[in-house]
Nanobody, 124 residues
Framework: QLQLVESGGGLVQPGGSLRLSCTASGFTLDYYGMYWFRQAPGKEREGILCISSGGISTNYADSVKGRFTISRDNAKNTVYLQMNSLKPEDTAIYYC?????????????????WGKGILVTVSS
């Protein structure tokens, strides 16, 4: 069964940090650019970061620049999203996804595989 599973979400106070993980099963992540998206309550889903199969990252959201970083460990078949200096407006369901190519697209289009998402709540 081909799937992506996110973990590491939860409740965190403003200013805190979380690291999300996305682990693939049934296929290897080596061949794919990997993306993180999020969908805040009442808003559309937005792409935030991508990392190519070679480890080059692309940022799509100014709101997370300097606070969020994406990384990958191909040996563990896992992609990470490190989130620092979290704000209440970062509250959202976070999704990982695998693109169709090894590189990250300049413009986000369709994804090959999606995780089911994980909730991150930033609140005091």
């Amino acid at each position: 069964q081909l799937q992506l599973v996110e973990s590491g979400g939860g409740l965190v106070q403003p200013g805190g940090s979380l690291r999300l993980s996305c682990t693939a099963s049934g296929f290897t992540l080596d061949y794919y650019g990997m993306y993180w998206f999020r969908q805040a309550p009442g808003k559309e889903r937005e792409g935030i970061l991508c990392i190519s199969s070679g480890g080059i990252s692309t940022n799509y959201a100014d709101s997370v620049k300097g606070r969020f970083t994406i990384s990958r460990d191909n040996a563990k078949n896992t992609v990470y999203l490190q989130m620092n200096s979290l704000k209440p407006e970062d509250t959202a369901i976070y999704y990982c996804a695998a693109g169709f190519y090894r590189y990250c697209s300049d413009v986000i289009r369709g994804m090959n595989y999606w995780g089911k998402g994980i909730l991150v709540t930033v609140s005091s």
